[in-house]
């Protein structure tokens, strides 16, 4: 889901237009932004991070933040779920650009902290973010100065604080009791996150509802920066104080809204993907050794960071890039953005069904996400 990348600049224009408010009402705006936003800081504490120091935000430094998407919230679930998305965002303030990776969830990875190789979205499930910032961070190696989650709740209450969207649907469906009629109609927060999640009952599965999704986002984003959102800023702060957790101090907000609006005007997107390969029973994504070096250059060289001709080794790896950890891509072709693309294999699905699905030991159920 490329939520995270919309609640961001969502979250900035609110926060400009509070900041930049020379009236009492932008006052008030000002004081409200600041209480929900204290609300949602919670620090962590990383002690398996490579990293001892974070850009420094206030001297619009490049920085990067991990956006995670959690599968708890929206299904009357209450557990600590699974990162069910999962995106490295780099925001350069000198170069005026932005990057957004999504990762694969299926990932094969090592889980630090963890002592063992698995998915990479299971690492939220087995240490919280910690465990997820450090994996991330050890695959990619590159520092993770921040991190931003929210649940699939905030998706439906940030679709009611607007108002609602207004869509085109091509497909009528019903998910889990909630119809979808087809045709051009108005979408509230329960309708607008059936629409953003359906996939079996659309032929392009997956890639559809990645479709719906990022036209989703992109409407709640065109109505949070609008002129008419200004009225119902304090049901967006409340959408995002109760859905929303991040390490982002207020004064970092202030600081992005400030001197990082040029960056997030620009953002370049780009997909971390492997192949599909069934092990035990259990399917995962595969990374090749070419495609993971060339996305970690390319996201150090965001960073303003030293790119690297090999993978990195040594003690400052938790436990080192594990043997059999990446194939070799060696005869597979690169794009010129740097994507690989796959020469033979699958492409992403064990089956052709856009689903990865397998019996999951980790969490004892038959899995189809």
Do not use: C
Request: hydrophobic share 35%; glycine share 8%; no cysteine.
């Amino acid at each position: 889901m490329r939520l995270y990348q919309k609640i961001i600049l969502g979250i900035v224009g609110v926060i400009t237009v509070a900041v930049l408010g020379a009236t009492a009402y932008g006052i008030k705006m000002y004081h409200d932004a600041n209480s929900s936003f204290n609300a949602i800081v919670e620090k962590i504490d990383r002690k398996n991070s490579r990293h001892v120091s974070k850009a420094n935000i206030d001297n619009t430094e490049p920085f990067s933040v991990l956006l995670m998407g959690i599968d708890t919230g929206a299904l009357g679930r209450t557990e600590q779920g699974r990162s069910d998305s999962m995106m490295v965002v780099t925001v350069n303030p000198e170069k005026k650009r932005s990057t957004i990776v999504s990762l694969d969830r299926d990932i094969y990875t090592q889980i630090v902290g963890y002592g063992t190789m698995d998915k990479l979205n299971h690492a939220y499930a087995f240490g919280g973010v910690e465990m997820a910032m450090d994996s991330v961070e050890n695959l990619l190696d590159i520092p993770l100065d921040h991190y931003v989650s929210i649940n699939m709740q905030g998706l439906r209450d940030l679709i009611d604080a607007v108002g609602g969207i207004t869509v085109n649907n091509k497909i009528d469906f019903t998910l889990e009791g909630v119809h979808v009629p087809k045709g051009e109609i108005k979408l509230n927060g329960k309708t607008g996150l059936a629409y953003a999640r359906m996939r079996k009952q659309d032929p392009e599965g997956d890639i559809g509802r990645q479709k719906r999704q990022r036209e989703v986002i992109t409407k709640i984003v065109n109505k949070v920066m609008s002129i008419d959102s200004v009225a119902n800023y304090q049901k967006i702060l409340k959408a995002v104080e109760k859905n929303t957790k991040t390490d982002l101090s207020w004064d970092d907000m202030l600081d992005i809204a400030n001197n990082y609006i040029p960056a997030f005007k620009n953002i370049e997107q780009d997909q971390l993907e492997g192949e599909g390969q069934m092990m035990n029973g259990i399917y995962y994504q595969m990374l090749g050794l070419n495609q993971i070096l060339t996305m970690q250059n390319k996201l150090k060289a965001e960073l303003n960071l030293p790119t690297s001709e090999t993978l990195p080794t040594g003690d400052e790896y938790t436990s080192g890039y594990a043997q059999g950890q990446f194939y070799d891509d060696t005869n597979q072709t690169s794009d010129a953005d740097g994507s690989v693309q796959n020469v033979t294999g699958t492409q992403g699905y064990d089956d052709g069904s856009q689903t990865t699905s397998g019996y999951d030991q980790n969490y004892e159920e038959q899995a189809a996400y």
